[in-house]
């Protein structure tokens, strides 16, 4: 196991391609709700009338091929987390993170369960966090603001951080799952 | 130099179908009173899914994603902007009812190839409701010709020039009406839906495109609203003498499907089919009728 290989910021910069179509993908991000824990409430007036997130460009999307952002709110279960691993697999590249809720940057008010993980950043890699419990819908749209800027000062590079240092993701993600087994006796069904 | 007419009508058929998508979008937030995206929204969102990776399935699935832009393209060089064509034809009408179904088979085998089955259930719907559309739609085409003996635009064109009298709108209401039903179903606005349905089948043809597939889809998207509106607007509302004001009358009439779009629910499939076949399909033969009848 090697050490954790970092992405410099400068070379995303340097490339001037690289720029130009982050020009774009900042103005076009189209969001993937992976709503099983708790705060998918908030969601629906950030898209509304109400707060409007559509006039950023951001709109929801309804599978993970055609999603830049996926939204993980709430705690993430052990079982939960297979799902987001494998959703986040399928997403196509430039692919950003970002956790919504305490629960997701250090387990929250369920950091003792035996049922959730604490940090999500050690299974994939997040982009941003929005701390609260719940964030409101300002703060939504504020986090979503920073992650606009971010990408396009060529910061939000979670994605590459992945295939850098994808054996280190995937042994912290083995530990989990491998408790996720199924312990019951299935009597002979499959 | 038919090429570079072929290209340019291309790049122009895209861009005035992308502008009418945002100009949409635009138009659906204020009506929902919202601020709503920028009019070119849709141009960022293409380029953005032309910048991503994307993920093919099969060698089936790419060609047919080309193959379904192609048809509609092909399509497109038969809609004559304010009388002016890529090529010297007469713009045969049966010609584009011919390429329009090969860019959406296209499209159909391209996503079916995915294995994906919500994009199966997808195409599913989205042939059945073509079904539902087509046969109003060539009715009201039979009544075309049973008034000229002809199928071409251009002359279909002529017979409506000298003032908004002579339009076929004012001369052919039922016949308009069918065809602007035809044409709500025929761009998935929203009664007629059933095919994307971002709620129950994850947005249907759509659920395993990533990236430059996706970019695809949406140009085949804007190519075809490009030519639904033409035929709309060279049948029913006398084209135009200028490309300025034929634009005009297609974006009027987008903007009126984007309008019966927002009032709307979704109709499940089998009843989008039998509303169109009694409704839509009822005045296409009241039409013919009629036209029979008079002549």
Sequence with gaps: ?190 | MYALNFVLWALAAMAIGLLFMGISRKLTARLQRRYGPPFWQSFIDVIKAFSRKSISHNFIMDLCALMGLAGLLAAAMYVPMGGILPFPSDSPLILILYFMPIGYLGMAVSVSASGNPLASIGIGRALTLMLGYEIPFAIVVMSFISNYGTTNILSIMQAQAGGIENWHIIKMPFGFLASLLALEAMTGKKPFDVMIAPAEIASGPMVELSGKFLGLAFLQYSVAVFVETGLLTALFLGGGATVWEFVLKQFIVYMVLTLFSEIYARYRVEQAVRFLWIYAGGLAVIQLALNMYMK
């Design chain 1, 1 to 190: 196991m090697g050490d954790f290989i970092t992405v410099s910021r400068q070379e995303i910069v340097d490339n001037k391609w690289e720029r130009v179509l982050n020009f774009f993908r900042q103005r076009s991000l189209w969001m993937l709700y992976y709503c099983t824990g708790c705060g998918a409430v908030e969601l629906p007036p950030t898209m509304t009338s109400r707060f409007d997130m559509e006039r950023f460009g951001i709109g929801p999307m309804a599978t993970p091929r055609q999603a830049d952002i996926l939204l993980i709110t709430g705690y993430v279960s052990a079982k939960t987390l297979k799902r987001i691993v494998r959703s986040y697999e399928q997403m196509p590249d430039p692919k950003y993170v970002v956790g919504f809720g305490s629960c997701p940057v250090n387990g929250g008010i369920y950091w003792d369960s035996y049922a959730t993980i604490n940090y999500l950043d050690k299974y994939i890699p997040v982009d941003l966090s929005l701390t609260g419990c719940m964030p409101r819908p300002q703060a939504v749209l504020d986090g979503l603001l920073t992650l606009i800027q971010m990408i396009d000062k060529g910061e939000a590079v979670g994605h590459k951080k992945y295939q850098l240092n994808y054996e280190w993701y995937k042994k912290n993600q083995r530990e989990v799952l491998e408790r996720t087994a199924p312990v019951l006796d299935t009597g002979g069904l499959k």
